[in-house]
């Protein structure tokens, strides 16, 4: 297998529409080689946990064959000869293996070293070269979380000529960790719980990475006003001393930067991050209707000149919930939403079902407590749709509950800090993983923390506590940038109803409990009110018509008593059909719209 050169999307000598395609699940790009480990790799399901003691890793008969990448729940299906199962209970462990040729390198071994790289995988991941067991480089013997990409520096005295790569995959129905809508111990499948889908979910790869090297993450922030950019930028030194921290932006189409300026850093061996300025005084400030981006070429210069660099797409652009209403640069944006489930989708098939919901008129996609590949958020600045993101919940309150919550909500904005289109975070969404909020004050502190951390370390993003019941009020500050409610009825003069109640100020028997516990918060508009999630119409357990026409006629008249009121912004259930949930306007496979394009845009209500 040999190198693929280069794994970038750009260069600064490049036009746009020079730019190869990005195979790689990330947004910030490097200019190097890399090998894709996608394929056949040997599979074996470890069903009594015997492989780690019996050292399987030291040499094992791997008897079946499974594809990287695809859910273990795929490869226990494909296997089901071997397994007895085409499913799993309790607990999950599978074993995974191949060999690859030690690539080539243009640079010696005191400048580069090889990287492996898993784009998404879990929840417990061990990893092992030529028998020998690796470390991420968070020092990480055992890395959990499924939802985010991690990754290895192989050290030189293992590799070889020809070298054998040994996974373990282990997965649970633990409640305490972040499981999305996957079924647990808790919540069993059927209804809005799906089937578990884990294991090797995204692709992995090999490449070449500096010794010292800024690493594939980027944060974000504008201030508008001047035109400032700050960007947060993280090195990795092997060789500690005196760096230059390159910076230039350039325009669309453009080789000449609009930006240029050096940071000399001192840096000791290890990880950091550097908040750095860029002045874009000529820069338009991206939004859903001019989603225009500019580009980032970072570059981390060493005392003898060597450069490593990565590049990335950034735009400009603010958001901010004041009063009543939301405001994206500083104009009042009405939110016209959507409620998206990837579950099982695939690239292409997601790729589809955000140009269907661009077309529906949307201008905001709610991702719902699930992984995504974050080339669909590169997608999403491109199109100018913006982005609610949550963290995949728990599905039980305590205190471990609490610290897989913080340890995902960190790795997940980390990676995602680049994107202008993502504007939103929701910690929890109905109580899930957090059911005690109303009578447990210590979940109350964390969520109050973990809101009061965001706005200080990412202001750049509007954040939601507990998305559509209980958000929490301390001092009578509600701890949530939006007030957001989850309303479904399929009758018409009841939403009307309930739609007068809220905005009026009442926050009890409205939804499905009370909307604000804690201390007493008293509405009077100070803060914006979403309704975000509504509809459901064709869902057995939320009524409405089933007929597509039917369901566009009720939508329309929904939609106009939403606009009525004094509401930023409201969000339909849902996009497309996902197991039991019969509810969506996109077919799943084709993209293909059921309902009449620019439905969901509220602009184009005719008058009442």
Not at 314 to 341: C, H, T
Not at 576 to 604: F, W, Y
Request: include cysteine; glycine fraction near 8%; proline fraction near 5%.
């Amino acid at each position: 297998m040999e190198f693929k050169h280069p794994n970038t999307g750009f260069s600064a000598s490049q036009s746009e529409s020079a730019e190869p395609v990005n195979q790689l699940p990330r947004a910030v790009l490097r200019s190097n080689d890399f090998m894709l480990l996608d394929g056949e790799w040997r599979f074996l399901v470890d069903p009594d946990d015997r492989g780690i003691q019996e050292r399987w890793f030291l040499g094992h008969s791997f008897e079946g064959t499974a594809h990287w990448p695809g859910a273990i729940e795929a490869h226990l299906a494909q296997a089901k000869d071997q397994t007895g199962t085409t499913a799993w209970k309790d607990k999950v462990v599978a074993w995974y293996e191949r060999e690859f040729t030690a690539p080539s390198r243009s640079e010696s071994a005191a400048r580069s070293m090889i990287q492996l790289t898993f784009g998404a995988c879990g929840y417990e991941t061990r990893v092992w070269l030529n028998g020998y067991p690796l470390r991420t480089i968070e020092d990480e013997e055992v890395h959990f979380g499924e939802y985010t990409s991690f990754s290895y520096e192989l050290p030189e005295s293992y590799l070889r000529p020809e070298n054998r790569l040994t996974v373990r995959i282990a997965d649970t129905m633990d409640a305490e960790i972040p499981r999305g809508k996957q079924e647990s111990h808790v919540y069993k499948r059927g209804g809005i719980w799906y089937q578990t889908y884990t294991g090797a979910v995204r692709s992995i790869w090999l490449e070449t990475v500096e010794r010292n090297r800024l690493r594939s993450r980027v944060g974000v922030v504008s201030i508008v006003e001047d035109r400032l950019v700050r960007f947060s930028l993280t090195t990795r030194i092997h060789d500690p001393g005196d760096y230059v921290l390159r910076l230039q932006s350039f325009a669309p189409g453009s080789a000449t930067p609009l930006s240029s300026s050096d940071y000399p850093l001192r840096l000791d061996a290890g990880q950091k991050q550097q908040r750095v300025v860029l002045d874009l005084e000529d820069a338009q400030l991206w939004s859903p209707e001019n989603p225009i981006r500019y580009k980032l070429v970072a570059q981390l210069i060493d005392q003898e000149g060597y450069t490593a660099q990565i590049e990335t797409h950034f735009g400009l652009r603010k958001i901010e919930a004041r009063g009543r209403y939301v405001y994206l640069n500083n104009e009042p944006i009405y939110l016209d939403g959507i409620l998206y489930q990837p579950g099982t989708a695939t690239f292409e098939e997601m790729q589809r079902h955000m140009r269907a919901m661009k077309a529906l008129g949307c201008n905001l996609v709610r991702v719902h407590i699930a992984g995504i590949d974050p080339r669909i958020y590169n997608l999403a600045d491109e199109l100018g749709l913006l982005l609610w993101v949550e963290v995949p919940s728990p599905h039980v309150s305590t205190v471990r509950s609490r610290e897989n919550h913080r340890a995902e909500l960190l790795r997940m904005v980390a990676l995602i800090g680049t994107h202008p289109s993502v504007v939103i975070w929701s910690l929890y969404n109905e109580d899930w993983g957090a059911q005690d909020i109303a009578t447990n004050p210590d979940t109350r502190r964390y969520i109050v923390d973990m809101y009061h951390y965001m706005q200080l370390a990412h202001p750049q993003f509007l954040v939601v506590d507990n998305d559509g019941w209980q958000h929490v009020s301390f001092e009578g500050r509600l701890k949530s940038d939006l007030l957001t409610a989850h309303l479904y009825t399929p009758d018409l003069a009841h939403w009307r109803a309930l739609l007068d109640r809220l905005a009026a100020g009442e926050l009890t028997g409205v939804a499905a409990f009370p909307l604000v516990v804690g201390d007493p918060f008293f509405y009077r508009r100070q803060v914006p009110l979403v309704i975000s999630e509504w509809g459901g119409f064709g869902f057995a357990d939320y009524g409405g018509p089933n007929d597509a026409s039917e369901r566009a006629e009720r939508i329309g008249l929904f939609k106009r008593e939403l606009r009525q009121h004094a509401i930023a912004g409201d969000i339909y259930t849902q996009a497309t059909n996902i197991e039991e949930e019969r509810n969506g306007l996109i077919d799943p496979k084709t993209g293909e719209l059921t309902v009449p394009a620019g439905l969901l845009n509220s602009r184009n209500l005719p008058p009442a």
